[in-house]
């Protein structure tokens, strides 16, 4: 959303059309079969549109080349500018011409000054204006989308003064909710009794509550729900998003929602290199979104360049940019259309996404953005609304304080036989009540560890690796009371970076968080692949290998590999039972079981439990690419 109101840029579209792709050999781009493409046009477009017919067609044919769409979203309405009717009926005529689908869309943004700024919703006038606008855009549309600056982040006078003794994100909980029904959806329902309204949440969901997103409520307000997939650049961005975002918060918000969730949406901003745009083209399809928003029109007709990539250039990755567009520069348009050409069957054969249990509460904070961390570093991570008691092993990171009933539910869950993973986060919060369980503490000590040890029980240590010093908070446990499975030492000191406890049935695993999430990055695969283990051990698929790159599984006996690295990468993923088989669900290539790894933790009275038999693969996986397969019987045809 960040750079949604950047508009200026739309001068050198008049340019971008002029160009050659160099890349189309059709004049129409196929259709996808497993999932529906949408773009958005802003407001500023819809009125270029609606004075220069021949543009709108033109460029439309030059958008249709390169990527097929299936629906449209016109905008009404964006930073106090308002589309005439005429042009919002002209634009509205032309593509249901076109034999595509139509819908609305409003961006409730106010004036931008840079830093973007909501209407202040204790304003009469602003106020009006805001019902004013879903009046005038449901007279148009059956459908409306809320494009994410439907929040509050204002602090006038007005403001103050009705929030009273409240907090800021008490306060604007509640008018939110106030505003989607009395001035959004009361008002759109009386002019257009058909219409629907769906709200596009964005990505940064760890900040919703202080901005007046209600992810309990406003989801039952509305329609539906859209789910922002932008996570853009890890580095140069001011959010530092991770790329396993674009999975990992359709996942969790189709658990806000079920069966709600209309699809993601992703714009070209901030790509240093081109795969980038791909990989969150390829990850909001990975977790099965119905449908795919390209933000926005005119942004598709921009020149696509390669950008910082020579480090893979000349390798056949995912998408091969070379191959793809013989060394022109094509368009955005065709950059889509070609990532989501290549992923539409490996999608269609894909199941429902499974994956190790992540609860976080409604309207929480805490250890902010950590899941897409650990999904990065090769755990398969679903993430839930409520607190999943189906799930064998359930990891609670800091959010999950916010829960009033959260101690009640972890004794639970281990009482019943399940697992409970907290992280050092929530340990630091709720210590005092953990106690109840396991006699942690977190010291307010800091450990640098460089050397990682493992082991089940009494014993020497397995050497799990090296790492450049890393901060890490250093928790105290009693001896023989907790175990430690990983060990962190430097210096001849130590602390426990994961360790168990027995309670009732279940088990309690501490994992401990280094200060900064990316430090997650630099630990030993040992470290990560026996996290990845314990954490993850009733899933069918295991990965072994470094981070940064992701596993996603699914119920059918499908899985996923992509890797975010910058060269090419050795893994073995293992899956449950023997004499077993994978096929490559793009090119149909058998990959055979290899001989099993050497047992990595050995020693006196230190051997974890055995595992039930599986066979074990061995694959390279390309720099910015994924990998599908499907788990078949040794010698099956396909």
């Known amino acids: 959303m960040r750079a949604f109101l950047r508009m200026g840029m739309l001068g050198c579209v008049s340019a971008a059309l002029t ?25 500023n477009i819809v009125e270029r549109m609606a004075n220069d017919p021949g543009w709108m067609k033109s460029s439309w044919e030059r958008i249709n080349e390169g990527v097929h769409i299936d629906k449209v979203y016109i905008e009404t309405y964006r930073s106090r500018n308002i589309a005439p009717d005429a042009a919002i009926d002209a634009v509205k005529k032309f593509f249901e011409g ?84 009395d001035l959004i959806m009361g008002p759109a329902r009386a002019v257009n009794p058909k219409v629907k309204i769906v709200i596009k949440f964005p990505n940064w969901y760890p900040s919703f509550q202080a901005n007046g997103y209600d992810l309990a409520v406003e989801p039952k307000i509305f329609s539906g729900i859209y789910t922002g997939t932008e996570t853009r650049d890890p580095v140069i961005t001011d959010q530092l998003l991770q790329q396993y975002e674009s999975y990992e918060v359709i996942r969790y918000f189709d658990d806000v929602a079920p069966g709600r969730n209309g699809g993601g949406w992703v714009d070209t901003f901030s790509t240093r290199y081109v795969d980038r745009y791909p990989e969150q083209l390829w990850d909001t ?21 390669a950008g910082n990539r020579k480090a893979w250039a000349d390798l056949p990755t995912s998408f091969d940019y070379n191959q793809l567009f013989g060394g022109k520069t094509p368009d955005y348009g065709a950059v889509a259309g ?109 450990m640098m560890p460089t050397q990682y040890w493992g082991a089940y029980g009494a014993g020497n240590g397995a050497n799990m690796g090296t790492s450049r010093p890393l901060p890490m908070p250093e928790i105290h446990f009693f001896t023989n009371d907790a175990w430690p499975l990983i060990r962190g030492t430097a210096n001849g000191g130590g602390a426990p970076v994961l ?21 997650l990055y630099s630990l030993p695969e040992g470290v990560l692949n ?32 992509e890797s975010f690295r ?57 720099p910015h690419s994924y990998e599908g397969f499907a788990v078949e019987r040794a010698g099956a045809a396909q």
């Open 98 to 181: 076109q034999g595509v689908q139509v819908a609305g869309g409003i961006a409730y943004s106010d004036r931008d000054n840079g830093q973007f700024t909501s209407f202040c919703y204790t304003d009469t006038a602003d106020r009006a204006y805001v019902k004013h606008v879903a009046e005038l855009t449901a007279r148009h549309f059956n459908e409306i989308i809320l494009d994410d600056f439907f929040f509050n982040n204002t602090k006038h006078a007005s403001d103050i003064a009705a929030k009273g003794d409240q907090s800021w994100p008490a306060f604007r909980l509640k008018l939110m909710d106030e505003v989607s029904r």
């Open 285 to 305: 399809m990975l977790a099965k979104a119905p449908q795919i928003m390209l933000f926005e029109y005119t942004l598709l007709l921009e020149p696509a360049a």
């Open 530 to 561: 026996s996290v990845r283990h314990y954490l993850g051990g009733g899933l069918p698929v295991q990965l072994e290998g470094p981070s940064q790159v992701s596993l996603m599984e699914y119920d059918n006996g499908t899985f996923v590999v």
């Open 338 to 446: 070609k990532a989501l050409e290549g992923i539409d069957p490996v999608v269609g054969k894909l199941g429902n996404p499974v994956g190790v249990a992540v609860y976080r509460p409604l309207n929480s904070t805490g250890e902010d953005f950590l899941p897409e961390y650990l999904g990065e570093a090769g755990l398969p991570v679903e993430m839930y609304a409520h607190f999943p008691t189906h799930a064998k092993t359930v990891v609670l990171t800091e959010a999950a304080k916010y829960d009033p009933q959260i101690m009640a539910e972890i004794k639970a869950h281990l009482m019943a036989g399940g697992n409970v993973a907290i992280t050092s986060g929530l340990l630091r919060a709720m210590q005092g009540q953990i106690a109840e369980i396991c006699e942690l503490r977190d010291t307010g000590r800091e």
């Open 566 to 622: 910058d060269a090419p990468v050795s893994i073995r993923v293992s899956v449950a039972g023997a004499g077993k088989q994978i096929r490559n669900l793009a090119t149909d290539e058998v990959v055979t079981a290899s001989a099993p790894p050497e047992t990595k933790i050995t020693g006196f009275h230190n051997s974890a439990p055995q595992g039930a038999p599986e066979s074990s693969f061995e694959l390279t996986v390309l």
């Open 19 to 43: 160009m050659g792709s160099g890349a189309r050999a059709q004049e129409t781009a196929p259709a996808n079969h497993n999932f529906r493409v949408a773009t958005y046009i802003p407001v």
């Open 499 to 519: 360790l168990m406890d027995s309670y009732g049935k279940g088990t309690l695993y501490a994992l401990t968080i280094p200060d900064n999430f990316n430090d």
